[in-house]
């Protein structure tokens, strides 16, 4: 059973650097065709896709938000941490992190789909 | 959004509802669409992948389909437990990125 966790804090300030870490099990990240992905929501809105983590290490960003994120992983510790600088009152929302598929019989970042999502972590961004 | 969905509908227990997610040529006419269901206070869940492929444990009265640059999903028997929000999504070959709908709220009279 694929499960996944997001931690990290509920409130940080302007301008402050937000650090997510999503905890997965059920999987491994070095499977061919897994990633895992962090997505975020805010109140009344649709979800916005920020970034992903590939099997073979390769990583993708939203280009909206490219220049302000970082993915990394821990594989002994099957995690998957998103930085996000200069955190901004927009920037408030619930953070989820996803298990991601590749389609069969594709290849690249357009194959994957969110097929499994952690319960999300609120994110408040205030002074 | 890059993806355009009504904001709400509605149907009663049985009826069959459409909801509509209009894209373009970079997105829903040359990538696979998938859909999300989602609850109020609970994550998304993956509805329909590949445009048309259910996974385990959906029910087959959710289906969905691909013309163009537009994808539909369809309830078929809509049921008191179906109302919630509907998401779209596809890849965006322009902007390199994975896109999202406006989401539609299923009301169930």
């Known amino acids: 059973q694929i499960t996944l966790k997001e931690s990290g804090p509920m409130l940080v300030k302007p301008t402050q650097t937000l650090t997510l870490t999503c905890t997965f099990s059920?999987?491994?990240?070095?499977?061919?065709?897994?990633?895992v992905a962090w997505l975020r929501q805010s109140p009344g809105k649709a979800p916005e896709w920020l970034a992903i983590?590939?099997?073979?290490?390769?990583?993708r960003y939203s280009p909206y938000l490219k220049s302000r994120l970082t993915i990394t992983k821990d594989t002994s510790k099957k995690q998957v941490v998103l930085t996000m600088t200069n955190m901004n009152p927009v920037d408030t929302a619930t953070y989820y992190c996803?298990?991601?598929?590749?389609?069969?019989?594709?290849?690249?970042?357009?194959?994957?789909?969110?097929?499994?999502w952690g319960q999300g972590t609120l994110v408040t961004v205030s002074s | 959004s890059v993806l355009t969905q009504a904001p709400s509908q509605s149907g009663t227990p049985g009826q069959r509802v459409t909801i509509f997610c209009f894209g373009s040529t970079s997105n829903i006419g040359t990538e696979t669409v998938n859909w999300f269901q989602q609850f109020p206070g609970t994550a998304p869940k993956l509805l329909i992948y590949s445009d048309n492929q259910r996974p385990s444990g959906v029910p087959d009265r959710f289906s969905g389909s691909k013309s163009g640059t537009t994808a539909s999903l369809a309830i078929s028997g809509l049921q008191s437990e179906d109302e919630a929000d509907y998401f779209c999504?596809?890849?965006?070959?322009?902007?390199?990125?994975?896109?999202f709908g406006s989401g539609t709220k299923v009301t169930v009279l």
């Open positions: 983590f590939y099997w073979d290490d390769d990583r």
């Open positions: 059920g999987f491994s990240l070095s499977t061919d065709g897994v990633g």
């Open positions: 999504a596809a890849w965006d070959d322009s902007l390199k990125g994975h896109v």
């Open positions: 996803a298990h991601s598929t590749r389609r069969f019989r594709c290849s690249g970042g357009r194959c994957y789909y969110f097929d499994s």
